[in-house]
T-cell receptor, first 109, second 112 residues
Framework: DAKTTQPNSMESNEEEPVHLPCNHS???????IHWYRQLPSQGPEYVIH???SNVNNRMASLAIAEDRKSSTLILHRATLRDAAVYYC??????????FGKGTKLSVKP | NAGVTQTPKFQVLKTGQSMTLQCAQD?????MSWYRQDPGMGLRLIHY???????DQGEVPNGYNVSRSTTEDFPLRLLSAAPSQTSVYFC???????????FGSGTRLTVV
């Protein structure tokens, strides 16, 4: 499985946008980019996924670099409830989710 | 729908004891998996199943057994508990050929 690199932690102010980066220089042509997040004391939850084009949903946006070697998860207006560990994961629809350590996002009021 | 249900939520075992962590889903998902999460770490895949009667090993399978006799249930058995198995265990399921994995709320296991 291709590896991802994320910062260990990031801080944000409430109601400001947050850009969470992920590097994946060894991504293969068939790898999708998945983002999950884990709120404190809970199991992970799906956030968004994409292949080549930028993606939007009600939770977040995913911006994928043209060479696909990096991506950015964008939370448009961070809330206190968005404080969580965010995981960037590569893989296809048939494979397993292999988690790294993720980025711990803190949101300050 | 209840989603993915894990029982028990908390468990304390003595070294050498065996036990089964239960996982059930009511979404008719073919794919199910077990992860463990140690403090400050990401999740590590223990075992997974792509359908009833089919199981396979993940990243850290040693010390654990699984079986999948029905689509709904995917129990995880600890054969002889060790302190190194102290962790939070998560079960997950998803439909085939999708990325939308649903996780349970976890079982916090302490082995003393």
């Amino acid at each position: 499985d291709a590896k991802t690199t994320q910062p260990n932690s990031m801080e944000s102010n409430e109601e400001e946008p947050v850009h969470l980066p992920c590097n994946h220089s060894t991504i293969s042509g068939t790898d999708y980019i998945h983002w999950y997040r884990q709120l404190p004391s809970q199991g992970p939850e799906y956030v968004i996924h994409g292949l080549t084009s930028n993606v939007n949903n009600r939770m977040a946006s995913l911006a994928i670099a043209e060479d696909r070697k990096s991506s950015t998860l964008i939370l448009h207006r961070a809330t206190l409830r968005d404080a969580a560990v965010y995981y960037c994961i590569l893989g296809g629809s048939q494979g397993n989710l292999i988690f790294g350590k993720g980025t711990k996002l803190s949101v300050k009021p | 729908n209840a989603g993915v249900t894990q029982t028990p939520k908390f468990q304390v075992l003595k070294t050498g004891q065996s036990m089964t962590l239960q996982c059930a889903q009511d979404m008719n998902h073919e794919y199910m998996s077990w992860y463990r999460q140690d403090p400050g770490m990401g999740l590590r895949l223990i075992h997974y199943s792509v359908g009833a009667g089919i199981t396979d090993q993940g990243e850290v399978p040693n010390g654990y057994n699984v079986s999948r006799s029905t689509t709904e249930d995917f129990p995880l058995r600890l054969l002889s508990a060790a302190p190194s198995q102290t962790s939070v265990y998560f079960c997950a399921s998803r439909p085939p050929r999708t990325f939308f994995c649903t996780f349970g709320s976890g079982t916090r296991l302490t082995v003393v």
